[in-house]
Nanobody
Framework: QVQLVESGGGLVQAGGSLRLSCAAS????????MAWYRQAPGKERELVAG???????NYADSVKGRFTITRTNARDMVYLQMNSLKPEDTAVYYC??????????WGQGTQVTVSS
């Protein structure tokens, strides 16, 4: 089992920045890729940014150039640096870990609210 706990969400004005953190515990050695997803009210959960076991990253078009995903070598922490935030970035942000055969895991989510 892998446990994920997010932190760092909050209320910020448009144009501001936030840094989300996700702490992984348990069988972290089984983790391959990790990612951040978000879900806005009335919308489906969507991929924001992902990072592979080899460190390759991918981003949703809507956040490219503004958000950066990073991860510790020990794979016990993953971060999402969010700059130039927009009201449309308002959502609950979820940390995700893919452990392949060992399962897929989600955190409980952290609220990000961007005021205009």
């Amino acid at each position: 089992q892998v446990q994920l706990v997010e932190s760092g969400g909050g209320l910020v004005q448009a144009g501001g920045s936030l840094r989300l953190s996700c702490a992984a515990s348990g069988r972290i050695f089984s983790i391959n890729s990790m990612a951040w997803y978000r879900q806005a009210p009335g919308k489906e959960r969507e991929l924001v940014a992902g990072i592979s076991g080899g460190g390759s990253t991918n981003y949703a078009d809507s956040v490219k150039g503004r958000f950066t995903i990073t991860r510790t070598n020990a794979r016990d922490m993953v971060y999402l640096q969010m700059n130039s935030l927009k009201p449309e970035d308002t959502a609950v942000y979820y940390c995700y870990a893919n452990s392949g055969y060992a399962g897929k895991y989600w955190g409980q989510g952290t609220q990000v609210t961007v005021s205009s």
